[in-house]
C-alpha cells in the first residue's frame, strides 16, 4: 500500500451547468447562502467572481494563502473579499450581512 503522500488527489467530475467558467477552480460557480441569525436568503444568487491560491515552498515550510471574492443579490447587493484559510465560509457570512440596496431602471442598473 501506498503511503498517503504518493496518492494523486482524485478530480471531481462536474456538469457543464456547474463548472463555472474556468471548468476546474471556483471561478464563476454559484453557492448557496448560508443562514445568518434568523434571516433565509431563498432568491439570492450567490456567485464566486475570484478565488485565488497561492502556495509558497521554501527549503523548510510550505505557505498558503487564500484569497475569495463573491457577490449575492436579487436587487439587493452585497460583495465581500476576504484572505484566510476558511475564506469562502467567512466571505459568504459577509455579503449577507452587508447588503445594498442599488436601484435599476428598465431592468438595468443605473
Known sequence: ?????????????????????????????????????????????????????????????????ISSFIVTGNGLAGFALSKAKASLKTVKNRTGQRLMYIPTYKEYTE
Open 1 to 65: 500500500m501506498e503511503p498517503q503522500s504518493q496518492i494523486r488527489p482524485m478530480q471531481i467530475k462536474l456538469l457543464l451547468l456547474e463548472c463555472g467558467w474556468t471548468s476546474i477552480t471556483m471561478d464563476g460557480r454559484s453557492i448557496e447562502l448560508d443562514l445568518i441569525g434568523k434571516d433565509t436568503f431563498e432568491s439570492f444568487e450567490t456567485w464566486i467572481l475570484e478565488n485565488k491560491i497561492t502556495c509558497m515552498t521554501d527549503n523548510l515550510a510550505c505557505k498558503t494563502r
